[in-house]
Structures are given as C-alpha cells and as structure tokens.
C-alpha cells in the first residue's frame, strides 16, 4: 500500500501557522490510510517476513531428510558396536569354556593315573577307606552305542562297574539300560562278570557270591551249595538289577490299572490306595525276584554242584545260619547315589518312583575331548561320585 505524498502547501500551512489538535487532523486525514483496511491486510514487514508454502514444505522436507540420515548413522554404529560387544562376549566364554575342558580333562587324566585300581580289591578299598560313608545301592546309566560290538562293549562296562562295586564293598548295583538288552542274555553277563571278579580277586573262593536278575525276569546265580562254600570263607555277596525303560513308565500305568479295577470290582477300597500301597507294590516288583519263574544257578566250576532250580518265593533255610540264601534275599529297592556317565544328566527314562530321594551325580564332559564326545566308563569318575555321595547332606524333611 502506498501513501499518498503531501502537497506544498498543507506542509507550508502546517509548519508556518499554530493549528489546533483538531485541525491537524483535518489536514491529515486525506494522507492517513483507511483503518477498515489496516485490520484485514497485512503489513509490508508482516508481508515480507512471511515464506511461502514451496519454501516451506522444502525447508521442511530438507530438515526431515537430514535428521532421518542423521538417524539411520547412528541406528547403524549402534548396531556395530552391539554386534561387536556380542562377538568379544562369545570370544571371551569360548576361550573359557575351551579352558576350563582342556583344564577339566588334565585333572581328570592325572586322576585316572593316581587312582588307577590295578585290579587290585586292597587299592579300591583303601580309596574308599576314608569315607564317612558309602551307598547300599548304586545305580548306574548306560547306553547302547551303535557300534558293531556294542552289546560287548556294554557288558564289559557293567562287569567293570560290577567288579569296582564289590571291591568298594556296595552290596547292590543296579544297571539301567534304556532298550533292556541285558535282560535277554543274563547268563552270557553272569559269566562275563564273574571272569572280571575272576582278575581282581583271583580264585572263586574269594570272590563275592554274584546274583543277577531283572523284574519280571527269573534270578541268576549260583548253586545253593556253592553259596554256602564261598559264604564260609568270604562274606561278600553282590546283586546285579538290570533294569530298563518298561519298568518306569509302563510298570506305574500297569499298577493303575490293575488298582483301578480292583477297586471296581470292590476287591481294595479307594481309601487304602496310598502313598505307602504304591511303594511296596513297587519295591515288590523291582526288589524280589519273579516268583512265576524259578531260579536259575550257574555250575560255577564246581564239579559237585547240581543245577536246582528254587522259585521265588520258596524260601531254603541255610544249614550253616538259618538264614535266608543270599540268592533269594530281597534287596534295598530305592538307590542311594544313582551315577551317570556323559556331559550333562539325562535320566532317558528312569524310573521315577525309585529315585525321589536319590543323589543324583553326573561325570560331565570331563573326558569328552579324549573319548571323542562317548560316554567313557572310567575308575575316577566312580571314585568322584562316591565323593561326592560322602559329601552331601541329606535332607530329607517330615
């Protein structure tokens, strides 16, 4: 808007003569602009200092590119310095993990050559000596490899932890093999293992009277004559329970079942089914031989013993105590030290029932990088969990 330019002579009039406030402003008013249009038009700074919209949405547009690449900068060396820590923390626990292996298996040889047995009973028992304590019934995991001779293989682990637990003075070793393949050659493991007592004990006389069997499966085991001869001249007796996948699992839905329909049929009431009923149907099943099957003895080199079988659950007196025949003695059914050979503890289908209060130790993977990653079976892993067994509290509460 433009204002109109004074003339000469209002500008003459109103420097030369002395005008009242009233007609100043009758001389002005031609030059003032309308104040109708001052409300409603912008002034000229207003005008200028105003962008317009292209500038505006460029200015804008400039601003939102430069901060999204200042933050795509940024959200990318966050992510480099984030994958860098991760890569030095991986670095920095492989190293300690592949330490700590290499350290764990130095250790462990140094300890299979110090404690190494010689197949010697003295040696074994003097390292147990110093226990406060040992296990009434060990139970150990074993697994069937794939190799060619893996059922040899197999038997000679449990004729090896057989022999070691005899000579450590543990009356009772139970072995548990997933797929139940010992139960099916128990007279082909009983001559295996009394050949291993056989090089640490020397002659038969002073071995411990050996017995095997299985649930469900009938015992195996010397003569009752051959019991007493060897029981006259060493006291030792141990008893093998080779147990597998069908008495876990399978053995608790068969005494459901068979508890279910005895109450049915109004033969057991609902409110004698306990705790306590399960566990001595249980403890009847894994720690009695089978008493629909009879006994099964070996000859034992012994040129005078007869072959007689003796069922379950008849029960011969000995002439020389008036004791139950070792062969047919019931056994502790719950294990005290359950121990397993491999990196980490996987019980691959124990049975449950019998460990609830059982001291569980696993070997580790000690010797995995020198048995190529195997489940080695060795004297000082034995040796650590019957530490480890002396060790431990129990605690078993009210």
């Known amino acids: 808007m433009t204002l109109p330019m004074v003339s ?4 003459e009039l109103y420097r030369r003569q002395k005008l009242s406030a009233t007609d100043r402003e009758r001389l002005l008013r031609p030059y003032l602009p309308d104040p109708d249009s001052l409300s409603t038009r912008p002034s000229i700074h207003q005008h200028r200092k105003r962008p317009s919209t292209a500038r505006k949405k460029n200015a804008t547009r400039t601003r939102n590119r430069t901060r999204t690449r200042t933050i795509s900068i940024r959200a990318f060396l966050r992510s480099q310095l984030h994958q860098l820590v991760y890569a030095l923390i991986h670095i920095c626990l492989g190293f300690y993990v592949r330490l700590s292996q290499a350290l764990a298996a130095v250790i462990d040889r140094i300890q299979a050559i110090v404690y190494y047995h010689h197949r010697t009973p003295e040696l074994i028992q003097k390292d147990v000596r110093s226990l406060s304590r040992l296990p009434e019934h060990l139970s150990v995991i074993l697994s069937l ?4 001779d893996a059922l040899q293989t197999l ?3 449990v004729s090896e932890l057989a022999a070691w637990t005899a000579c450590a003075g543990i009356p009772t070793l139970s072995i548990y093999e997933k797929s139940g393949v010992l139960k099916s050659c128990i007279p082909a493991l009983y001559q295996a293992v009394t050949d291993k007592l056989s090089s640490y004990y020397g002659s038969p006389v002073h071995q411990p009277i050996l017995r095997i069997f299985a649930p469900h499966h009938s015992v195996y085991g010397p003569s009752r004559a051959s019991s007493v001869t060897r ?8 008893t093998i329970l080779l147990l597998s996948a069908t008495d876990g699992r399978e053995t608790l839905v068969d005494l459901t079942k068979t508890l279910a329909e005895m109450a049915q049929n109004g033969k057991l009431s609902p409110d004698d089914i306990s705790t306590d009923l399960i566990d001595a149907e249980i403890s009847e099943i894994t720690s009695r031989p089978s008493q629909s099957t009879p006994a099964l003895f070996s000859n034992d080199n012994d040129q005078g013993d007869e072959k007689e079988p003796v069922s379950g659950n008849n029960r011969h007196h000995d ?3 008036n004791l139950v025949p070792p062969i047919l003695q019931p056994i ?3 294990p005290d030290l359950l121990l397993i050979f491999g990196p980490y503890v996987k019980l691959d289908g124990y049975p449950p029932w019998q460990i609830r209060l059982t001291e569980i130790f696993c070997t580790g993977d000690r010797g995995s990088s020198i048995t190529g990653g195997q489940e080695a079976v060795e004297y000082q892993g034995f040796m650590r969990a019957l530490w480890r067994y002396a060790r431990a509290q129990m605690r078993f509460g009210r």
């Not at 029981?231 to 141990?238: D, E, I, V, W, Y």
């Open 332 to 334: 502790k059914p719950e």
């Open 8 to 11: 000469a002579r209002d500008r």
């Open 319 to 321: 002439t020389a105590d």
């Open 145 to 148: 490899h794939r190799d060619d």
């Open 231 to 238: 029981r006259s001249s060493n006291g030792a007796t141990l």
């Open 155 to 157: 038997m000679d682990e």
